[in-house]
């Protein structure tokens, strides 16, 4: 008997939406340096560190699939599900797979990092950022230049994360981008599906995130 294979919820509009902004951001974050466009580019920053709070706080509070215990396995795990990525088979992942979890951690972790650096900078001229006072000029140069070279581990980290999702559409023909975008997954009817929090909570998270960074920028001396 054939298996049927329904629409489920696996993103909710939240992790939808933190997903894309961050992707917008930190394209732009890109070109505002480039372009020498600092006080653009350190605004982007402030709305990305509003994200990542947002997003760590809802890996606890958020739906299932958002939830660090949800999708954080081994890291065993991690490289044994890489080992299998040429293996074809249907996708019934709920979520982040075990190897992509850990990337999840990965990238936060590398942007808010960047993120802190580039609030400790000085470009020698006019423009420092917030915490560059805070933490003294010699550590002020030394954040500058980590600035610009944890942006390079974040281009390679980002490069992975599409060279991935290419592998997976040829190898194993899953589509890891259309339920990011829709939010909804087939899967086999008898599996259950993961429990969505409402997203009244989701701004409320963010609105606090968002002030938390405001406060720290008013603050900063």
């Known amino acids: 008997m054939r298996q049927i294979n329904l629409p489920m919820p ?87 797979n075990a190897a992509g979890g850990w990337m999840v951690v990965v990238m936060l972790a590398l942007l808010f990092a960047q993120v802190f650096t580039g609030m400790s900078a000085n470009d020698d001229i006019s423009v420092e950022g917030p915490l560059s006072r805070l933490v003294g000029k010699d550590w002020s140069d030394w954040a500058t230049s980590q600035h610009h070279f944890l942006f390079n581990i974040v281009q390679i980290v980002i490069g992975l994360h599409i060279l991935a999702i290419v592998a997976y559409a040829i190898l194993k023909r899953h589509d890891l981008v259309r339920p990011m975008i829709t939010g909804k997954k087939r899967m086999p009817g008898a599996m259950q599906a993961p429990r969505m929090m409402s997203p009244i909570l989701a701004a409320i998270v963010w609105g606090v995130s968002a002030l938390l960074v405001a406060a720290l920028i008013w603050w900063a001396p």
């Open 10 to 96: 696996i993103w909710d509009i939240p992790i939808r939406l933190f997903h894309w902004l961050l992707v917008l951001l930190i394209g732009f974050m890109w070109v505002s340096g480039k372009q020498g466009w600092l006080e653009y580019h350190m605004l982007s920053g402030y709305a990305i560190l509003s994200l990542l709070i947002f997003r760590v706080v809802w890996g606890f509070v958020g739906s299932d699939t958002a939830r660090f215990l949800f999708f954080l396995k081994s890291p065993i795990e991690g490289l044994r599900h890489l080992l299998h990525i040429t293996k074809r088979e249907p996708d019934t992942e709920i979520g982040h």
